[in-house]
């Protein structure tokens, strides 16, 4: 069943958390003089507009009319109960994911991707650069950056430039030029294929690449798919639009809030609107793979956010800048670090972190896919396995509960992972 929102019904304000988290956040640090930084160390990266929604604490802040028109093309998103997935389990849960692989990039990725290009023009910026791990993020900066006539330079985490070559044809297709990371367009990418000409790649790399790039050359930016708090605030509008279909499905406050976690954005956006419902007992829960788990076994400190040692330092969960994960399907997730909102949040112990590995999250998304008819990305897999752990949870218990995930993406170019599942050999990492 499918709880449709009006177009006249998307929201018209992002939800900042920041006066809502635990904690104040801690500062960026410079990563050459380790002080705070401030709006003048930022500059040479990101528009004005940005900085100031990163160190905003207002917890409203308004979309502008020129963003709101392009998120039209495909917003609001539809809520669907997956009731043929409960019939499945025999539970008594009601499980509802709200449908971001709907958007033209399909995912979740454009929410933050558009706005990133319309503050960027509105600065005089004709040029962004920017990494990308499985793809979703590059195809969705290629795709916001042809409709505001930017350039998009694009570095892509080796191993999934490899294993994922159809997403490489969509950024082309939008207009993004594509190469592998580590590449031989930057001193640091061309420092790491002389120790290892084969070398895997990593998000870290991919965005030190990028920064590199964009602080050489003042009409580029750099553009961040999660992490940063204004990625979070504008991913926002999925758990504010899914609040409200809940409400139109009959349902009051979900029992219990899931999302996959890579950096966090997608994590982030459909959960921050309702840390503030967290009194009334609504759980969060961030799902990482268990090959790279960062909330779940890193350390919280400060830490660079790429491994060259180029960007801020954050605090945050990390297992460490130069940390490099194997080559799971789930490029998107294959992160060191994560958004310090997110860390925030569960190190004050207000959301719980769970992994798994490759195979359970595959077994998970074949039983999805055989059910609802769905595809689901491999990141997006992550977050079905603990609705159906939970799901499962509460036909043990016999409890009714409320079960709501972000479908943060679709599968449909990533179909290499399930051939390798489907016919053993998927690495279980």
Same mark, same amino acid.
């Given at each position: 069943?499918?709880?449709?929102?009006?177009?006249?019904?998307?929201?018209?304000?992002?939800?900042?958390?920041?006066?809502?988290?635990?904690?104040?956040?801690?500062?960026?640090?410079?990563?050459?003089?380790?002080?705070?930084?401030?709006?003048?160390?930022?500059?040479?990266?990101?528009?004005?507009?940005?900085?100031?929604?990163?160190?905003?604490?207002?917890?409203?802040?308004?979309?502008?009319?020129?963003?709101?028109?392009?998120?039209?093309?495909?917003?609001?998103?539809?809520?669907?109960?997956?009731?043929?997935?409960?019939?499945?389990?025999?539970?008594?849960?009601?499980?509802?994911?709200?449908?971001?692989?709907?958007?033209?990039?399909?995912?979740?990725?454009?929410?933050?991707?558009?706005?990133?290009?319309?503050?960027?023009?509105?600065?005089?910026?004709?040029?962004?650069?920017?990494?990308?791990?499985?793809?979703?993020?590059?195809?969705?900066?290629?795709?916001?950056?042809?409709?505001?006539?930017?350039?998009?330079?694009?570095?892509?985490?080796?191993?999934?430039?490899?294993?994922?070559?159809?997403?490489?044809?969509?950024?082309?297709?939008?207009?993004?030029?594509?190469?592998?990371?580590?590449?031989?367009?930057?001193?640091?990418?061309?420092?790491?294929?002389?120790?290892?000409?084969?070398?895997?790649?990593?998000?870290?790399?991919?965005?030190?690449?990028?920064?590199?790039?964009?602080?050489?050359?003042?009409?580029?930016?750099?553009?961040? #798919? &999660?992490? @940063?708090?204004?990625?979070? %605030?504008?991913?926002?509008?999925?758990?504010? =639009?899914?609040? *409200?279909?809940? +409400?139109?499905?009959?349902?009051?406050?979900?029992?219990?809030?899931?999302?996959?976690?890579?950096? #966090? &954005?997608? @994590?982030?956006?459909?959960? %921050?609107?309702?840390?503030?419902?967290?009194? =009334?007992?609504? *759980?969060?829960? +961030?799902?990482?793979?268990?090959?790279?788990?960062?909330?779940?076994?890193?350390?919280?400190?400060?830490?660079?956010?790429?491994?060259?040692?180029?960007?801020?330092?954050?605090?945050?969960?990390?297992?460490?800048?130069?940390?490099?994960?194997?080559?799971?399907?789930?490029?998107?997730?294959?992160?060191?670090?994560?958004?310090?909102?997110?860390?925030?949040?569960?190190?004050?112990?207000?959301?719980?972190?769970?992994?798994?590995?490759?195979?359970?999250?595959?077994?998970?998304?074949?039983?999805?896919?055989?059910?609802?008819?769905?595809?689901?990305?491999?990141?997006?897999?992550?977050?079905?396995?603990?609705?159906?752990?939970?799901?499962?949870?509460?036909?043990?218990?016999?409890?009714?509960?409320?079960?709501?995930?972000?479908?943060?993406?679709?599968?449909?170019?990533?179909?290499?992972?399930?051939?390798?599942?489907?016919?053993?050999?998927?690495?279980?990492?």
């Amino acid at each position: 069943m499918r709880y449709q929102l009006g177009s006249d019904q998307i929201p018209q304000a992002w939800f900042n958390v920041a006066p809502h988290l635990p904690e104040p956040l801690a500062p960026p640090l410079h990563p050459g003089t380790g002080e705070p930084v401030g709006p003048d160390d930022l500059a040479p990266l990101f528009p004005m507009a940005l900085i100031g929604q990163e160190v905003s604490a207002e917890e409203w802040i308004p979309i502008p009319a020129e963003v709101l028109d392009v998120l039209s093309l495909w917003r609001p998103t539809p809520l669907v109960r997956a009731t043929r997935l409960e019939q499945a389990l025999g539970t008594p849960a009601r499980i509802y994911y709200k449908d971001e692989s709907v958007s033209p990039a399909g995912s979740h990725k454009p929410n933050t991707a558009v706005p990133q290009a319309f503050y960027n023009k509105a600065e005089g910026i004709s040029r962004i650069a920017t990494e990308t791990g499985a793809g979703q993020w590059g195809s969705a900066v290629s795709f916001a950056s042809q409709l505001y006539g930017l350039e998009c330079q694009v570095y892509m985490v080796a191993a999934s430039y490899r294993q994922k070559p159809y997403r490489r044809v969509m950024m082309e297709t939008w207009g993004g030029q594509v190469v592998p990371s580590p590449s031989n367009l930057t001193e640091f990418g061309r420092q790491l294929l002389k120790e290892n000409p084969e070398h895997t790649g990593s998000l870290g790399i991919a965005i030190s690449e990028a920064v590199e790039d964009a602080v050489g050359r003042a009409d580029t930016h750099y553009a961040l #798919g &999660s992490v @940063l708090n204004h990625v979070l %605030l504008h991913q926002t509008v999925i758990g504010l =639009e899914a609040k *409200r279909q809940l +409400a139109e499905a009959g349902e009051g406050l979900p029992d219990v809030v899931i999302g996959s976690c890579g950096g #966090g &954005s997608n @994590l982030g956006g459909i959960a %921050l609107p309702f840390v503030p419902d967290r009194n =009334e007992g609504v *759980r969060l829960v +961030a799902v990482e793979p268990a090959s790279c788990p960062t909330l779940t076994k890193g350390t919280y400190e400060y830490d660079f956010g790429d491994v060259a040692g180029m960007t801020p330092k954050l605090l945050m969960h990390t297992l460490g800048h130069d940390f490099i994960p194997p080559p799971i399907h789930a490029g998107g997730l294959r992160y060191h670090g994560d958004s310090p909102i997110i860390c925030n949040l569960v190190h004050a112990g207000w959301m719980e972190a769970v992994a798994y590995p490759q195979g359970k999250v595959f077994e998970a998304a074949v039983q999805f896919a055989r059910t609802q008819g769905s595809i689901p990305a491999p990141e997006t897999s992550h977050a079905i396995r603990a609705a159906i752990d939970e799901a499962l949870a509460a036909k043990e218990s016999g409890e009714e509960k409320v079960i709501l995930f972000s479908y943060s993406g679709h599968g449909l170019l990533d179909l290499a992972a399930y051939d390798d599942y489907l016919n053993g050999r998927l690495i279980d990492a």
